[in-house]
T-cell receptor, first 112, second 114 residues
Framework: QKEVEQDPGPLSVPEGAIVSLNCTYS??????FMWYRQYSRKGPELLMY????GNKEDGRFTAQVDKSSKYISLFIRDSQPSDSATYLC????????????FGSGTQLTVLP | GAGVSQSPSNKVTEKGKDVELRCDPI?????LYWYRQSLGQGLEFLIY????????KSGLPSDRFSAERTGGSVSTLTIQRTQQEDSAVYLC????????????FGEGSWLTVV
């Protein structure tokens, strides 16, 4: 079993839909949780960063962490075609970038 | 530079040949990371540099893989006697300090071994 599980999709939604992307994990010591967005043939870019449990909102994006269930989510409101990308979750125990564990990514397409 | 720069962006090589992949991190970033991304897989950590030293080489998959960093800046990842299973995207990232989670990725070197 992988330490971090992520549904690879592909996920296809109409423009304006609310998108929910999820990851589950097995290591209860994870404290830092991130979402990266990766456009085709580009490197990943950090989208959201949260520490411990709770919600964090940034514009149309909301990240949720439920440590009791070992489950994290990324919600995208009013999705746009420009949101079409692969979304990778990542997490770490110590907060050190060299100890990040990544999910395999979910491919999202937002149809105009 | 403005961002992390990697070269070559694409490389097709024959099985058994050696390849060198280069990474030029963001100016002033002391930490540098190499990851590998295979189709349908997450990012696999390979090696991390702090300055010119590599305190963590735990992710290098075999002794065919090596990396060095000179002048606290440019890094080279070398794969000797390439195998087909080495085909992947090799991503380099850098950060201003090892204690932070904010790392900045390059666009990757797409390696195909035929």
């Amino acid at each position: 079993q992988k330490e971090v599980e992520q549904d690879p999709g592909p996920l296809s939604v109409p423009e304006g839909a609310i998108v929910s992307l999820n990851c589950t994990y097995s290591n209860s010591a994870f404290q830092y949780f991130m979402w990266y967005r990766q456009y085709s043939r580009k490197g990943p870019e950090l989208l959201m960063y949260t520490y411990s449990s709770g919600n964090k909102e940034d514009g149309r994006f909301t990240a949720q962490v439920d440590k009791s269930s070992k489950y994290i989510s990324l919600f995208i409101r009013d999705s746009q075609p420009s949101d079409s990308a692969t979304y990778l979750c990542a997490m770490s125990v110590s907060g050190s970038a060299r100890q990040l564990t990544f999910g395999s990514g979910t491919q999202l397409t937002v149809l105009p | 530079g403005a961002g992390v720069s990697q070269s070559p962006s694409n490389k097709v090589t024959e099985k058994g040949k050696d390849v060198e992949l280069r990474c030029d991190p963001i100016s002033g970033h002391t930490a540098l990371y190499w990851y590998r991304q295979s189709l349908g897989q997450g990012l696999e950590f390979l090696i991390y540099f702090q300055g010119n030293s590599a305190p963590d080489k735990s992710g290098l998959p075999s002794d065919r893989f090596s990396a060095e960093r000179t002048g606290g800046s440019v890094s080279t990842l070398t794969i000797q006697r390439t195998q087909q299973e080495d085909s992947a995207v090799y991503l380099c990232a850098s950060s201003s300090q090892t204690g932070g989670n904010t790392i900045y990725f390059g666009e990757g070197s797409w390696l195909t071994v035929v």
